[in-house]
């Protein structure tokens, strides 16, 4: 119950079944929860399939549509916690994210003193394989964007590689977190850096899918670019801090 692996489905059939027996291959005990927003392409039903093959390792929450990738992952995170998993992870179904790249982020939390450890593609050693230019501009110039916007220390705020101990999770007010697309990663990592956490940033490989649809969208990339401004004007006027803050919520 130390460490697990969050991946929201939306019709991902063609690469579930791959990355969870992938995942559970590398013998490193890992635990995944595929939380999946009612595919209709029958990827839940690949899952528990799945669950009979890897009793008490793989877990499935089904969800009755597209509730955004933000609502999916607080789903997650409030999961882990009730079970206390010490080390919950962000990654996506389309190997994406290498799973081998785990282990690297749980040890730069577990062993190196991280909170919040960032898969990223823009810092050093770093890459991004098989996207077209214009994907890779509207990545790099969005994390860019918000990094000029929200002075946060981070090279890739939109990362969705991403482990987080279970105390930066239990700090957060997940009721404040207003995003549920492209700027809900940023705002996680926005919101961490302002309860003060410490954040690494371990280079990766991103690699673009090679099954299944992007779900990128221009409602996505429309919400980052006004929601990272959101959160600046909410941090220097409207006291950010307290309101994400777990402890300033109940109190």
């Not at 059939?13 to 392409?41: C, Q, T, W």
């Amino acid at each position: 119950m130390e460490k697990l692996v969050i991946i929201p489905t939306y019709n991902e059939k063609e690469n579930i079944e791959a990355i969870v027996r992938y995942v559970f291959s590398m013998n490193l005990n890992y635990h995944i929860l595929v939380i999946d927003d009612g595919s209709p392409d029958g990827t839940a039903l690949i899952v528990k399939s799945l669950m009979q093959v890897f009793p008490d390792k793989l877990f499935l929450e089904q969800r009755s549509g597209k509730l955004g990738l933000g609502t999916a992952y607080i789903h997650g995170f409030k999961w882990a916690m009730e079970r206390g998993y010490q080390f919950i992870f962000e990654m996506d179904a389309d190997f994406s994210h290498n799973p081998d790249d785990l282990e690297r982020l749980y040890k730069a939390c577990k062993d190196d003193g991280a909170d919040v450890a960032i898969g990223s593609r823009y810092v050093k050693g770093g890459a991004i394989q098989n996207w077209p230019l214009d994907r890779r501009i509207y990545s790099k110039g969005g994390a860019l964007y918000t990094r000029l916007i929200t002075w946060m220390p981070v090279g890739d705020p939109t990362a969705g590689f991403v482990c987080y101990r279970n105390e930066v999770l239990s700090s957060i007010n997940f009721d404040a977190i207003k995003f549920v697309g492209y700027a809900f990663q940023v705002e996680m990592k926005f919101a961490s850096w302002k309860l003060g956490f410490k954040i690494t940033e371990v280079p990766i490989t991103f690699k673009d899918r090679t099954f299944g649809a992007s779900k990128m969208s221009k409602g996505i990339i429309k919400e980052g670019i006004v929601g990272v401004l959101k959160l600046q004007w909410h941090s220097l006027f409207k006291n950010y801090k307290a309101s994400v803050s777990m402890e300033a919520s109940v109190k």
